[in-house]
């Protein structure tokens, strides 16, 4: 090889630094050489082993020669392929066949990788051959259910054309792992919003139209929970994200009154003694909220929608304190703690979610501490609920109210009239962003990683831009329980623009994030977690995430928002990718998954207290969407220890889920924890693995999930029992 002088280095750097590299997809960013480097080490440890220093020297020769010619050949722009041109003549000049036959083949399996993603023959050839990545992306969603194939099908080829329709630089950062255009099967192919609150107090107040029928306003309890069901069947069959119903027992008290107005109409008539005449009335009132709790219930858990899946719902519950406000909320609390069935089973669905209030129902002398009570034996025994602390929700979200769904909240908004609205309120979707990734590209240079950081989050900020502008090109007809019967609040005409419903910040669009964990730990090792300025840099990440969607709210007039990422499979993906790219990196990608949002990492086991103390500082900067998670051994005979928990967390956290054994077994009666086997979910007592006679309930991103019934997942156990934590 010729020698490079240094005079001529120094001029090729000069030059190189006034290149921009123009990409496939159009972005053009500034040549670094470092990248070039590390697919050559890359390449070359696949064909000749761990480097020695030697070889090292002869690589960085190499890509001093690449820097040389493209420094002399490029004067301001160079193309992505003109580079991997001349990597590969170069390696192939200086006799690095094995090296050079790798990278080519390395970039051609890339472009094959690329044309897949659009091939719909191909992918579709996945599902039809149980591809684990295809059929068990959503945990509650059955494969085998012929509804379920189809959608699956649907989204297969949603997905194909949706990446076509991103915008490139978009579809490219997708498809790479830099970011993760979530729910592609949907959207962009189809305009649909994500997630929602319901505006079921002015749809079961002023009526609605579902399919040919025109449903007025309920005249009973039980015909108000029917109407909920239908709404939510109908609503999960025209978005794709969960539902809430937010204070369902606020929600439902008049209807319930007018059950016992009826009922005291009989009394007045068969009973002379007025007294008897409202104890009848109430006794029958009860009996009518705890049937008509329970039909919803078992509703909810046997509806199916057009995607093939049980609606994602939550129920929000707790601040009522009338009677019959209180009745709902122990009924909700009493069939869940009776469970589905002949054999009792925990219900998936819906999310319970329970609201903590100080002067309420937080401390034994609160008027409705009885219900709290009840609450705590019901999480013990059913995992759910999950509680709301209702001072902190204020605090963090500007109003108080229930997550859309999983973990997606709304921020305080007002109409033109200055009135607080939520409900009726909704997502328009999120982008993702792999943060461990940027940290180990930055190859522990600080400055890189915050360069990097603001060139993913312009990506991310354009994939955003086109949610929504995909979003506004529905119409009303697209969705009319959505946009004209009143589910999403203000009725629409057919010929209104559907972005009435989202301007001036009355929808939020959000931005996710994966792996706060592995990120510090690039930096400062596994266990940052004690570490001052490790923490710091942390929290510095999501305060730089917040200040950028908050000025792309204040530009768009949208509010963008940062999402704790709801990543089922997510967690997994990015991991698997960057292993691909970077190797098995400790405490980062040996794992086998990324640590969900700004949680502990879950391998050391802290104690609930110690988790939620140092969580406690990330939320105000992602409030989106959060959720805080503790695992716990069995609780069921010690309910005062997930009590003091709940108390701890009040003034500290907003969302708090309990993670507990409750797993069943119906031949022995054990209770508690399932092993993991090759064969299925397991009884430790009496060995039984059959999901006909075992119920085995895992929680899953926000919600919960039955593997044992899922017969796709059978011989994926093990992996699963070992990712529930850390999907959380």
Known sequence: MMEITQEKLENTAKNLAKIKVIKRDGREVHFDDQKVFD????????????????????????????????????PSNVKIYEIQNIVEHVLLENNEYEIAEEYINYRTRRDFSRSKATDINFTIGKLINKDQSVVNENANKDSNVFNTQRDLTAGIVGKSIGLKMLPPHVANAHQKGDIHYHDLDYHPYTPMTNCCLIDFKGMLNTGFKIGNADVESPKSIQTATAQISQIIANVASSQYGGC??????????????????????????????????????????????????????????TLFTSNGQ??????????????????????????????????????????????LKRGLNLNP???????????????????YPDV?????????????KVPMGCRSFLQGWKDEAGEEINAGRMNLGVVTLNLPRIAMESAGDMDKFWALLEERLAISKDALLFRV??????????????????????????????????????????LGYIGLYEVASVFYGGEW??????????????????????????????????????????????????????????????????????????????????????????AKYTSGGFIHYCEYPVLQQNPKALEAVWDFAYDKIGYLGTNTPIDHCYECGF????????????????????????????????????PQQRPMVHGRHKEIASRVKHMK
């Open 469 to 510: 502008k995909r979003c506004k090109e529905a119409s009303p007809a697209n969705a009319p329980i959505l946009y004209q019967y009143g589910a999403f609040g203000k009725r629409l005409a057919p010929q209104d623009s559907v972005n009435e419903l989202f301007k001036n910040k009355r929808a939020t669009v959000s």
């Open 39 to 74: 697919a050559l080490v890359k390449a070359s440890q696949k064909v000749k082993g761990a480097l020695t220093p030697l070889q090292q020297r002869r690589l960085e020769t190499i890509v001093e020669r690449v820097d040389s010619e493209i420094s002399e050949r490029f």
């Open 388 to 400: 709301l602390s209702y001072d902190k929700i204020k605090e963090l979200t500007g109003s108080f």
């Open 310 to 355: 049980t609606p994602f719902t939550s129920l929000g519950f707790g601040l009522g304190t009338s009677w019959f406000e209180r009745e709902i909320q122990k009924a909700i609390l009493q069939i869940r703690i009776e469970g589905l069935g002949k054999e009792k089973r925990t219900a998936i669905f819906p999310k319970l979610i329970f609201s």
């Open 244 to 301: 809430s119903a937010d204070r369902v027992d606020e929600l439902l008290a008049p209807f319930a009154e007018l059950n016992f107005e009826k009922h005291m109409e009989d009394a007045v008539q068969w009973i002379a003694d007025p007294e008897k005449q409202k104890e009848y009335s109430y006794a029958k009132t009860k009996k009518d909220i705890y049937d008509a709790m329970q039909s919803l219930e078992y509703e909810i858990n």
């Open 529 to 618: 977690e004690h570490d001052p300025e490790a923490k710091e840099f942390t929290v510095n990440i999501l305060k730089t995430l917040k200040a950028h969607t908050d000025d792309w709210g204040n530009e768009y007039g949208y509010h963008f928002s940062v999402y704790g990422t709801p990543s089922e499979s997510l967690t997994d993906r990015f991991c698997r990718l960057d292993r691909e790219k970077f190797g098995v990196v400790e405490n980062v990608t040996d794992k086998e998954y990324y640590t969900n949002s700004f949680h502990y990492d879950v391998r050391k086991d802290p104690t609930p207290f110690e988790k939620l103390e140092f969580e406690s500082v990330y």
């Open 671 to 706: 209770e508690g924890d399932f092993k993991a086997t090759e064969h299925g979910f397991e009884c430790p007592s009496c060995g039984n693995h059959d999901p006909k006679t075992a119920d085995v309930v895992k929680r899953t991103c926000g919600y919960l999930g039955n």
């Open 365 to 383: 002398a609160d008027p409705n501490y009885d219900v709290k009570q009840l609450a705590l034996e019901c999480a013990t025994k059913r995992m």
